[in-house]
């Protein structure tokens, strides 16, 4: 049937030219912007489940920055208890050769100085030992405490413990003195004692600080898996989508041409009263 009212032709030509123009927009922006599913409105529940996964990815960022900051207070800790403990094992042997008997005024006297001056740099190194604030080896010691998980459910935390002078690790009184062989060897059994408590605590913190660096490493790895995962569901096929392309720009350029043969139909119609 010939008809210039209604054209069947054409109006499949539209449906069919709009469909593909809409497929084709769709995929120019895939190229655009490198996502299959850029918006909610591509597919609101792959871009839900993206989005939550994106989300816990910047909270594991999170994660990895307390994770961060607790080891850098817990190597300061470290690093001071390494510095205390080089100071004992050097007043040990200041105080073991104070504590030898017949010992000159002049050589008890320069022990005995020597012996002082460690002593008292024990304190200085603890005053010195913060980072952001935090000193974990003060008379009020801090904690190195990191995030263990993006909700904030959990934490890891590595405790601080004082090493003042004639506290319950660091023995050594701040009277303490090599002044006499008698108080040489006392000082020196509060120094063996020290060194043996130091040792015990700078291992609790050795294995502390392990433990974070594995929870670091972990949080890194978690990161990367959520990370492909996210790509994996929004991130567009170049390589296809590019394919696509072409295809939807030729079948564009054909329907634009099924359109116009659609259209000039209608002409045919004026042949019959010729």
Do not use: C
């Not at 999170?62 to 004992?88: F, K, P, Q, W, Y």
């Not at 008698?182 to 408590?197: E, F, K, R």
């Not at 670091?216 to 394919?243: C, H, M, P, Y």
Request: neutral net charge; glycine residues 8%; aromatic residues 2%.
């Amino acid at each position: 049937m010939i008809s210039i009212n209604t054209n069947i032709g054409a109006m499949a030509a539209v449906q069919n030219l709009a469909s593909t123009s809409r497929d084709l927009q769709a995929t120019q922006n895939a190229i655009a912007t490198g996502k299959k599913v850029a918006t909610a409105k591509d597919n609101g529940a792959i871009w839900t489940i993206a989005n939550k996964m994106s989300s816990d990815v910047m909270a594991y960022g999170r994660v990895r920055e307390s994770n961060e900051r607790a080891g850098a207070i817990l190597d300061t800790a470290i690093a001071a208890g390494e510095g205390i403990m080089e100071l004992l094992n050097e007043m040990k042997g200041k105080a073991l050769a104070a504590s030898q008997a017949g010992l000159s005024a002049a050589s008890q006297a320069a022990l005995a100085a020597d012996f002082a001056q460690l002593r008292d740099q024990i304190t200085n190194v603890i005053a010195n030992a913060s980072f952001d604030g935090a000193n974990m080896v003060g008379a009020t010691p801090a904690s190195a405490i990191s995030l263990g998980d993006a909700a904030g459910g959990n934490t890891i935390t590595i405790a601080g413990v004082n090493l003042s002078l004639g506290g319950s690790v660091v023995t050594v009184a701040t009277t303490s003195a090599a002044d006499t062989a008698a108080n040489a060897a006392t000082a020196l059994g509060l120094v063996n004692t020290s060194i043996t408590n130091l040792g015990t605590q700078l291992a609790t913190w050795g294995a502390g600080a392990k433990r974070l660096e594995v929870h670091r490493e972990f949080i890194a790895k978690l990161t990367d898996a959520l990370n492909v995962g996210i790509g994996a569901i929004r991130d567009a096929d170049l390589s296809q989508e590019s394919a696509k392309l072409q295809s939807l720009q030729v079948k564009q350029q054909l329907g634009v041409q099924a359109l116009s043969i659609a259209n000039s139909s209608a002409q045919s119609a004026l042949s019959l009263f010729r």
